[in-house]
């Protein structure tokens, strides 16, 4: 097989979507012949951590993990924090920056960590990541971001090689939602990084298509056949072995973080509205969010006349997560509340649809959202604004619940197009139209 080092910063023991996308890449890949080195952290300091991973990893998979020089643990220090994982309670949203802590810790995050807060990484991971080509004969290069730190890396690596690289992106780059709010010099540096990168590629590899429509736009020289869409998906084999019976109250689970634009807001004041119109009453129902949540949302939470209602979980292993939401009535998907949004695709979305489980969206109208679930037939959607919308999607599935009747019919053809084999197959094509 040809080999291709993968350059990652979120591998097990990380937690989270980003880390299913590429482990995912990297189990499925050697079916395509391609066999992945992974070049990882070593000390990373991840938002959630789920050490239930580091068995899915393949044994025969080389992970080569260097250190890091992370500034996390001096800014939790500075701010006072308990370990915290930082990203619930630092946004672009101000609520978190009141104080001149916050301020001064946002000036600098913005100012000096171009492009992210794991730059310092390069020092360490650039010159392995050339070792590791020499060592084992690397025919390709596949870069995994944010952070797009992985990508300067993989650039690196490209110039002093002059392999093919494949650049992957979950998100966009520069303006987006979880950008700092620079001011111009680093905004222009920002700005030059991710042109070099998306014009040095030889080919991006792009999780939703909105990525791809806001790298066209700012770079409308560069051909749109560099640009690949490889959407995210789900793996059944890693779902546990349970099976769905009806709950003794309607269950509504929501798994993931939630901070900044993102909140259960509309959710909580849609059931009021049931409530006021006597469809529902908190004794009916059982809401359960699992995950990491920042400060403001633990406050709409304690405030809700559905609080006693409410279980909180912590962060839990994947497939525990997953378990949850196989056990309920129906998922809960919300998207921060931004113009961007329209065409963002969480990862998550295609594990809420392999779970089969009717899903309540809170996303803008006429989003890929919600033509993914249209698509499917596995949910329905409202936007953020729409308090009506919301209440009437939970009324239908919380009625057919009480009827005994099944709430939706997935498609079952449509949603298994999201296999995570499927994704992993369409990377190893892209690789293999480079090093023919």
């Known amino acids: ?52 991973l580091l068995s899915k990893v393949p044994s025969d998979v080389t992970v080569v993990r260097v250190p890091i020089l992370e500034p996390y643990s001096l800014y939790r220090r500075f701010m006072g924090g308990k370990g915290a994982a930082i990203d619930v309670n630092v946004n672009k949203s101000g609520a978190q920056r009141s104080g001149w802590k916050e301020r001064l810790a946002e000036f600098v995050r913005a100012t000096f960590f171009i492009p992210d807060a794991r730059v310092a990484w390069m020092l360490t991971a650039v010159t392995k990541a050339v070792d590791l080509v ?132 509309e959710f909580l004041r849609a059931l009021d509205l049931l409530k006021q119109r006597g469809v529902i009453r908190p004794e009916d129902v059982h809401l359960r969010f699992v995950g990491r949540f920042g400060a403001e949302v633990h406050a709409m939470l304690d405030a809700s006349s559905f609080g006693a209602s409410i279980e909180r979980i912590s962060y839990v292993t994947h497939q525990e997560s997953v378990g949850f939401l196989m056990r309920s009535e129906a998922s809960l998907l919300i998207v921060d509340d931004a113009k961007e949004s329209a065409e963002i695709v969480p990862g998550k979305v295609y594990e809420y649809l392999g779970v089969g489980r009717p899903v309540i969206a809170i996303a803008p109208r006429d989003s890929a959202i919600e033509r993914l679930l249209r698509e499917t037939d596995a949910g329905r959607s409202a936007s953020q604004e729409d308090i009506e919308g919301v209440a009437s999607i939970i009324e239908a599935y919380f009625t057919r619940w009480q009827r005994g009747e099944q709430i939706l019919t997935p498609n079952a053809s449509e949603i298994l197009k999201y296999e995570r084999r499927a994704a992993a197959h369409q990377l190893a094509h892209i690789l293999h139209t480079l090093t023919p």
């Not at 291709?4 to 023991?13: C, N, R």
């Not at 880390?19 to 990373?44: C, D």
Request: charged share 25%; with cysteine; net charge positive.
């Open 134 to 265: 020499r060592e084992h004969e690397i025919s390709a290069i596949y870069s995994s971001s944010p952070p797009y730190t992985c990508a300067l890396i993989a650039r690196s690596v490209k110039r002093r090689t002059g392999l093919p690289w494949v650049a992957g992106f979950r998100d966009p780059w520069t303006q987006f939602l979880t950008t700092p709010d620079r001011w111009f010099l680093p905004a222009m540096i920002d700005r030059s990084l991710e042109r070099s990168a998306f014009e040095e590629a030889d080919a991006v590899e792009c999780a939703w298509t909105g990525i791809i429509d806001d790298a066209r736009r700012k770079y409308p020289h560069l051909p749109a056949e560099k640009f690949h869409h490889v959407p995210n998906g789900y793996d059944a084999s890693d779902f546990p072995n349970v099976s769905y019976a009806p709950n003794r109250k309607f269950t509504i689970t929501y798994t993931g973080s939630m901070y900044g634009r993102r909140t259960p807001r």
């Open 1 to 52: 097989m040809k080999k291709v080092l993968v350059i990652a910063y979120h591998f097990p023991p990380g937690g989270g979507p980003g880390v299913q996308r590429v482990l995912k890449h990297v189990t499925y890949l050697r079916e395509a012949g391609w066999q992945p080195i992974v070049l990882t952290v070593e000390n990373g300091d991840f938002p959630a951590r789920d050490e239930s």
